[in-house]
């Protein structure tokens, strides 16, 4: 057994590289339709995609369209910290090319069966395997329009979380209770989807079992956990070489 600690950042980049060696992105990459919906976790995601294709020119910066800060700070949409001209729009990659500048709203009257949409969570249920969508927006946001997709063309909807994201609530039970007419503040969209964490990703590229174990840290470990892996000797060594390879991920 190894046991591995990861840092917030370093499981996005680790989930990021798994997503872009996955059989159906890379099946869809070479013909249909990609959505990466704007989120900080997708901006990795998007990283490494565009990386697989050589494609340059995109940063992940201003790649999201609503972020919780600390409570000193603000909570921001569109993709903007100051200016919303900065937000680059989702990336949309069609037969291997990148539509620059075009979004899920441009996009989801086309998508059919084989095209794939990847769109990040605020919230996880491990049990369950069930991830969930905090809502701000009055039309229920990028959710809504992806599920059109969805739910009407069977389009597939893989959500990319971080063990951060994880609730020991009964998710079902939670957007009840937030979505509540009496209640304030923001609701909740309980999303039927692929739920890909580190756990999925680390499986995926090394064949290896992985279990959370412990949580916390301090000195820029906050938010970290450690992860048992199990497997072949060279499972488990794929796996500490691959933590090895995310380890230092820069905080984003």
């Not at 600690?5 to 890379?26: D, E, M, W």
């Not at 992940?60 to 000193?72: A, C, D, E, M, V």
């Not at 064949?207 to 470990?221: F, N, Y």
């Amino acid at each position: 057994m190894k046991q591995l600690t990861f840092t917030p950042s370093a499981g996005k980049r680790l989930i990021a590289k798994a997503l872009a060696a996955n059989p159906q992105v890379l099946s869809t990459l070479k013909k249909g339709t990609l959505a990466i919906i704007a989120g900080t976790t997708n901006g990795y995601v998007a990283e490494e995609i565009l990386k697989h294709l050589d494609i340059k020119g995109f940063s992940k910066t201003h790649f999201f369209r609503g972020i919780t800060l600390p409570p000193s700070g603000t909570v921001t949409t569109e993709g903007r910290l100051e200016d919303e001209s900065k937000f680059p729009g989702d990336v949309i990659i069609t037969d291997g090319v990148w539509q620059k500048g075009k979004t899920i709203g441009d996009v989801v009257d086309s998508l059919k069966e084989g095209d794939v949409i990847l769109k990040g969570a605020n919230a996880l249920d491990m049990k369950r395997k069930q991830a969930a969508v905090l809502i701000g927006h009055p039309k229920a946001g990028t959710i809504a329009l992806a599920m059109q997709a969805v739910a009407g063309r069977r389009v597939k909807l893989i959500i990319p979380v971080g063990l951060e994201k994880r609730v020991n609530t009964d998710l079902h039970a939670l957007t009840e209770k937030l979505n509540a007419p009496e209640a304030d503040g923001y609701r909740m969209f309980l999303v039927p989807s692929q739920v890909f964490t580190e756990i999925e990703a680390i499986k995926q590229l090394t064949g290896a079992t992985a279990e959370l174990i412990a949580s916390g840290g301090v000195c820029g470990a906050e938010g970290s956990y450690l992860l048992a892996v199990t497997g072949t000797k060279t499972q488990e060594k794929d796996a500490e070489r691959l933590w090895a390879s995310v380890a230092s991920e820069p905080l984003f």
